[in-house]
C-alpha cells in the first residue's frame, strides 16, 4: 500500500533539516514533527507545511532561512515536482506531472484495494450502532445512527483496523414488560375482549397489528395463561418479531451486523452481579435509600445501578441501563478483548457518556478505550413542512416507509453530508429529485457517465485493458482529477483518525466534479488520436474505479446507468 503523500513530504522536509543541520547549513536542535497539509489556494502548490515557523527561535534564525535551507537540502523524490518557500517561512511542493500521470496505472493496479491504509495496524475495533430499543419499528433518528455507524466501519477497516459491527437488543427491564402488556392488550381487545390499555403503554399502531396478527395464530391460548407468564411471552415474541423486522429493514439499507448482542444475557451469566462486585470491591458500590449506587470522584453526582424494592417490585426490573452498561463495556473489553469500544448514541444519551467512562476507569480500564459518537437529531421534511414523529404515541416515519419512498442510497448518502454534530434537515422531495441539486443523484451521475463513456469506446472497438500511454495526460483537468483521485487515501485516513464518515461525502462530490470539468475539457475518444484516447480511456477507468471507491465505503451503489 502507498504510503500517504503528505507523510513522504513530511519524511522529506524532515531529511532537509537534518541535511542541512550535518552541513552546517543550520544549528543543532530537536527536530518537531513536520505538520504539511494540503494548500488551499491556488498557486501555493499542493501541499504546504509551516514547520520552519516554529524553529525560529530554536535556530535563532529568520523562518524564511531556515526554510531557504531546507529547501536547499531537500532529497530529490520523483513525486516532487516544485519546491518554494513562501510568505514568512512556509514550504510549498508541487507534485511532478509526469509523476501525477504515472498514478493513474497505480490506481488501476490497486483496483478495489485504492485507497486502502495499515494505519489501523490490525487494532481490534467494536463499532456498536443503530441498537434502537426493540419495542418499535427504527425511525428516522435511528437510520442516521445505522449510516453512521456502518459507513465508519467500513471506513475503519479500510484504514487497517479489525473491525465488528454489533446491535445491543435492550431487552431487559420495565419496558420490556409494558411492551408486553401493550400487546397483551391489543391481543385482548382483537379477541373481543374488554382489556384496558396501559396508562404507558406503546400506541402506535403496529401494535394494534401485532395484537390483531397474534390473535389469528394463536387464538385465545395467552388468555388461558395467568396474565403475568402470558405478558411475558407475548413481550418476548413481539421483541422478536420487531428485531426480525429490524434485520430485513437494515439489511435493505445495506447495513449488517457480526453480532447481535442481547442486554438480557448480561443478566442470565451473572456478569451484570459480578460487575457490581468488583465495583464494590474497589470501593465504588453505596448502598443508601434502598438502592445501590455507583460513586466515582470523576462524576458530579453517585449514580443509581440497582433501585429500591420500595420504588421497583419486580427484582429483575431493578437494575438500571447504567448497570448493563457497566457490564456491557467489560464484556467488550475484557472478555471480548476490543482495543477500542465506540458506540454510536444519540445526543439525548450525552450524560451518559461520563458515567460509562468513569465505571470503566472504576474497574481499571482505560477510559480512552471507551468512544462515543454523539449524533444530532434528524427533521424530516415534506414539502417544505415538518414530519412529527413520536415513538410512544405512534407517530413517526419508519425507516421501511422512507426505503420506499426514497431508497437506500438518498438515505446513506444524505444523512452523511452533515457533521454528526449538527442538526440536519432530510428533504424526502429533493432526496428523489434528478438534479444537480440532489447529492447523491450528481455524484451517481458521474459514475454513470463514466460507464456511458467505457461502453462507447467498446463499441467503437477500443479495447479497454489495453495499456496506454499516460505521459500523453498533461491537460490541467487530467492532472487536477488525478490529484483528487489521490486525495481518496487522505481522505479515507482522516475519516478514520476522527471518527468522520462525512468526509467521504465530501470527496465525492469533490471528485465527481472534476471529472464533469474533466470531460468538459477534454474528448476521450478521438479516432484521430488513439494514443491520447487509450490514455484517457485509462484515466476514465481510474476515475470510476476510485468514484466506486468512495461511494462503495459510504455504503451507496455506483450505478452504470440512470
Known amino acids: 500500500m502507498m504510503k500517504l503523500i503528505r507523510d513522504q513530504i513530511a519524511a522529506l522536509i524532515a531529511a532537509g533539516l537534518r541535511a542541512a543541520q550535518e552541513d552546517g547549513a543550520l544549528p543543532e536542535f530537536e527536530i518537531p514533527a513536520v505538520v504539511v497539509d494540503r494548500s488551499r489556494r491556488p498557486g501555493h502548490g499542493d501541499y504546504g507545511s509551516p514547520v520552519c515557523l516554529r524553529l525560529s527561535r530554536d535556530a535563532r534564525m ?17 513525486f516532487v515536482g516544485q519546491v518554494e518557500v513562501a510568505g514568512p517561512g512556509y514550504i510549498n511542493v508541487t507534485l511532478d506531472a509526469s509523476w501525477l500521470a504515472a498514478q493513474v496505472e497505480v490506481i488501476l493496479d490497486a483496483g478495489e484495494t485504492f485507497g486502502n491504509l495499515e494505519i489501523g495496524l490490525g487494532q481490534k475495533y467494536q463499532v456498536e450502532f443503530v441498537s434502537a430499543n426493540p419495542t418499535g419499528p427504527i425511525h428516522v433518528g435511528g437510520v442516521r445512527n445505522a449510516v453512521i455507524g456502518d459507513a465508519l466501519a467500513s471506513v475503519l477497516a479500510a484504514a487497517g483496523f479489525e473491525v465488528e459491527r454489533e446491535y445491543y437488543v435492550n431487552d431487559a427491564g420495565s419496558q420490556v414488560r409494558m411492551f408486553g ?36 395464530q394463536y387464538g385465545d391460548r395467552y388468555l388461558d395463561l395467568p396474565r403475568r407468564e402470558a405478558v411475558r411471552s407475548l413481550g418476548e415474541e413481539g421483541i422478536a418479531r420487531v428485531i426480525s423486522e429490524a434485520r430485513q429493514n437494515l439489511a435493505a439499507l445495506r447495513v449488517e451486523f457480526d453480532i447481535w448482542f442481547h442486554e438480557k444475557s448480561l ?15 474497589r ?21 443509581v ?37 465506540i458506540y454510536v448514541w444519540g445526543a439525548d444519551h450525552h450524560g451518559d457518556v461520563p458515567r460509562v467512562k468513569a465505571a470503566a476507569k472504576a474497574l481499571g480500564l482505560d477510559p480512552g478505550r471507551v468512544v462515543v459518537i454523539l449524533y444530532q437529531m434528524v427533521n424530516l421534511k415534506r414539502g417544505g413542512e415538518d414530519v412529527r414523529m413520536s415513538t410512544r404515541r405512534g407517530e413517526f416515519v419508519t425507516l421501511r416507509e422512507l426505503l420506499d419512498e426514497v431508497g437506500a442510497d ?31 443523484y450528481y455524484v451517481q451521475y458521474a459514475h454513470a457517465r463514466i460507464s456511458s463513456i467505457l461502453r462507447y469506446a467498446a463499441d467503437l472497438g477500443w479495447d479497454l485493458e489495453a495499456p496506454g500511454d499516460v505521459s500523453l495526460l498533461t491537460h490541467e483537468s487530467e492532472l487536477a482529477l488525478i490529484r483528487k483521485m489521490l486525495e481518496l487515501q487522505e481522505v479515507v485516513a482522516l475519516a478514520a483518525t476522527q471518527l468522520a464518515p462525512h468526509h467521504l461525502t465530501f470527496y465525492a462530490h469533490d471528485l465527481a466534479a472534476d471529472f464533469h470539468a474533466f470531460y468538459r475539457d477534454c474528448r476521450v475518444v478521438a479516432s484521430e488520436e488513439p494514443e491520447r484516447t487509450q490514455a484517457r480511456l485509462m484515466l476514465v477507468r481510474a476515475a470510476g474505479l476510485t468514484l466506486a471507491r468512495a461511494l462503495g465505503l459510504l455504503g451507496v451503489t455506483a450505478p452504470e446507468r440512470m
Open 410 to 440: 438518498p438515505i446513506r448518502f444524505m444523512l452523511l453530508t452533515r457533521t454528526v454534530d449538527a442538526t440536519m434537515d432530510f428533504d424526502l422531495e429533493l432526496a428523489v429529485e434528478q438534479s444537480e441539486k440532489n447529492p447523491v
Open 283 to 303: 470501593g465504588h458500590i453505596v448502598e443508601r435509600d434502598g438502592a445501590v449506587w455507583f460513586t466515582s470522584p470523576d462524576l458530579d453526582a453517585d449514580a
Open 62 to 78: 529568520p523562518p524564511r532561512e531556515i526554510a531557504t535551507q531546507v529547501v536547499e537540502h531537500l532529497p530529490l523524490a520523483p
Open 267 to 281: 443478566r442470565e451469566s451473572g456478569l451484570l452481579e459480578r460487575v457490581i462486585q468488583m465495583l464494590r470491591d
Open 181 to 216: 402488556e401493550s400487546i397483551y392488550a391489543r391481543y385482548a381487545q382483537a379477541l373481543g375482549q374488554d382489556e384496558p390499555f396501559p396508562e404507558k403503554g406503546y400506541h402506535g399502531h403496529y401494535v394494534v397489528e401485532m395484537g390483531q396478527q397474534m390473535a389469528r
Open 305 to 341: 445501578v440497582i433501585r429500591s424494592s420500595q420504588v421497583i417490585p419486580e427484582p429483575d426490573e431493578r437494575s438500571t441501563y447504567l448497570a448493563s452498561d457497566i457490564a456491557y463495556v467489560w464484556n467488550k473489553l475484557v472478555e471480548r478483548g476490543f482495543d477500542v469500544a
